[in-house]
């Protein structure tokens, strides 16, 4: 923080403040794998990317829901056989 330097100011700001997350990997010491949280990340984009045409924020948070949290098909009023 002593620099003169803008830009270095902003990155130890931001080392600072993400500090708890930074520590949380030195302390799990590799046993969370990276393929696990790129796994979760593309499956959060593709359900997101579906839910492109839904016309409000809480229909495609209940979409995320639903896909990130395995929840069961809501009961419908038609029956399809």
Do not use: C
């Not at 002593?2 to 931001?14: D, G, Q, T, V, W």
């Not at 010491?29 to 990340?41: I, W």
């Not at 229909?59 to 029956?79: C, F, R, S, V």
């Amino acid at each position: 923080m002593r620099s003169r330097i803008e830009p270095m100011k902003k990155i130890a700001k931001m080392v600072r403040r993400h500090q708890p997350l930074i520590l949380n990997w030195f302390r799990a010491k590799g046993t969370v794998s990276a393929g696990v949280v790129e796994g979760l990340d593309n499956k959060l984009k593709l359900t997101t990317r579906k839910a492109y045409g839904f016309r409000t924020f809480k229909a495609t948070e209940i979409a995320l829901y639903h896909a990130m949290g395995d929840l069961p098909d809501p009961e419908t009023t038609h029956k399809f056989f």
